[in-house]
Every structure is written in structure tokens, then in C-alpha cells.
């Protein structure tokens, strides 16, 4: 079975530019969530889809958003970037959202 | 910030020796994950427990959720060079909100 895949492993982007993070679940998982990883807040909640809805939200700015798709792959969009959202952004999907997660790999983001 | 609180940040460990990881919460969770995360990886997914004053041992690690379902244990015997890595834990608060990890180094 083949994992949790995120793309694109490394994105650099300017400040007040926006960018766009896929994550591709575990076939059959329905619940896919979204994390910050720095190394001074470790890993922080963004925001957890389940068919396609908007379940739980973290508590990060409106600058943060996502959506999922029927087929449960998920998008995470950050506009107006700045230095601060540089990090490693991890997808985890899971059967439901209680579930153990399973992680991908992570999209390293560096905003300049 | 952190809703499920984790101590100690960093665990410096002699090989052979055990160390224990601590988690605690202020509010009572319905469950409790542990997860690994090795150096350049993404967090493995470890344990769940559920119930109040659950343990369970995976070979050297055992795991334990307080009565009160607001804390839990991760200690680990007889420490190896593959016990590298930093150990989450995990509640629902909504959504699972992790800990800030404990960082073991092993000296060998």
C-alpha cells in the first residue's frame, strides 16, 4: 500500500508571494490533517478535512486555508507569505480523525 | 500553544541506561498517541492508549496512561543507538494536538 505522498518535497518563495501544498492520502483514509513543524514551536495543528469538510482548525491565521477533494486528496494554501511560515509541512491521513496518523514526508518551505 | 505539555525537552542518554518521557495535559483526553520521529524523518506513529491506567510494553518501551486520563509515561530500558530520535505524544483537543517532543541522544 502505498504511503502518504507529499509534493513538492521543497518549495523557496519571497515574502508576500502564496503557495500551494498537496498531500495525497492512504487509499481508503478519509481524514487527512496538516502540521507546522519548526524547530522552536514543533508541530502545530493547522486544520484536519474529512470528506471534504473542514473538521477542527488550529489556531493559525486566515492566511492558512485547504480544501479536500472527493477522492480525499487534500490541498493546503498559504497566501501572503512571510519568514515566519517557513517550515516543514507535514499531511497525515488517517481512517478517521481519532485514528493513528500516517504522515508523508513533508514539504520544506523556505520563505526569502 | 502547546495544549498537552511535555517534559523533558531534551533526554541525553547513556547507552544501556533507561530514561522515561513525560506528558501532561490540563484537560482529560479521550486517548493518548505516542509517535517517533528519527532525524530527517516524519513521526511514526507508535501507541495508542485508551483506557484509564493502561499500560502496554512494546519489547523495550512501555507506555502508560494516568487514572485521571490527563498524563502519560514513555519509558524506555536498556537504551540503544536506534532509540535515536524525538517521541510525541498526542491528544485530541480538538484535533491532535502534539506535544513538543522529548529529544534523545544516545552516548554510546
Known amino acids: 500500500k502505498a504511503g502518504v505522498t507529499q509534493t513538492p518535497r521543497y518549495l523557496i518563495k519571497t515574502r508576500g508571494q502564496q503557495v500551494t501544498l498537496s498531500c495525497s492520502p492512504i487509499?481508503?483514509?478519509?481524514?487527512v490533517s496538516w502540521y507546522q513543524q519548526t524547530p522552536g514551536q514543533g508541530l502545530q495543528f493547522l486544520f484536519e478535512?474529512?470528506?471534504?469538510?473542514?473538521?477542527n482548525k488550529g489556531n493559525f491565521p486566515g492566511r492558512f486555508s485547504g480544501r479536500q477533494f472527493s477522492n480525499s486528496r487534500s490541498e493546503m494554501n498559504v497566501s501572503t507569505l512571510e519568514l515566519g511560515d517557513s517550515a516543514l509541512y507535514l499531511c497525515?491521513?488517517?481512517?478517521?480523525?481519532?485514528?493513528?496518523?500516517?504522515f508523508g514526508n513533508g514539504t520544506r518551505l523556505t520563505v526569502t | 500553544g502547546q495544549q498537552v505539555m511535555q517534559i523533558p525537552q531534551y533526554q541525553h542518554v547513556q547507552e544501556g541506561e533507561d530514561f522515561t518521557t513525560y506528558c501532561n495535559s490540563s484537560?482529560?483526553?479521550?486517548?493518548i498517541q505516542w509517535y517517533k520521529q528519527r532525524p530527517g524523518g516524519h513521526p511514526v506513529f507508535l501507541i495508542q492508549?485508551?483506557?484509564?491506567?493502561e499500560v502496554k510494553k512494546q519489547k523495550r518501551l512501555t507506555f502508560q496512561f494516568g487514572e485521571a486520563k490527563k498524563n502519560s509515561s514513555l519509558h524506555i530500558t536498556a537504551t540503544q543507538t536506534t532509540d535515536v530520535g524525538t517521541y510525541f505524544c498526542?491528544?485530541?483537543?480538538?484535533?491532535?494536538?502534539f506535544g513538543a517532543g522529548t529529544t534523545v541522544t544516545v552516548r554510546a
Open positions: 497525515a491521513s488517517s481512517l478517521a480523525g481519532v485514528s493513528p496518523l500516517h
Open positions: 487509499s481508503g483514509h478519509r481524514s
Open positions: 478535512y474529512f470528506s471534504e469538510t473542514q473538521r
Open positions: 484537560t482529560t483526553l479521550s486517548n
Open positions: 492508549l485508551v483506557k484509564s491506567g
Open positions: 498526542a491528544g485530541l483537543t480538538p484535533g491532535l494536538s
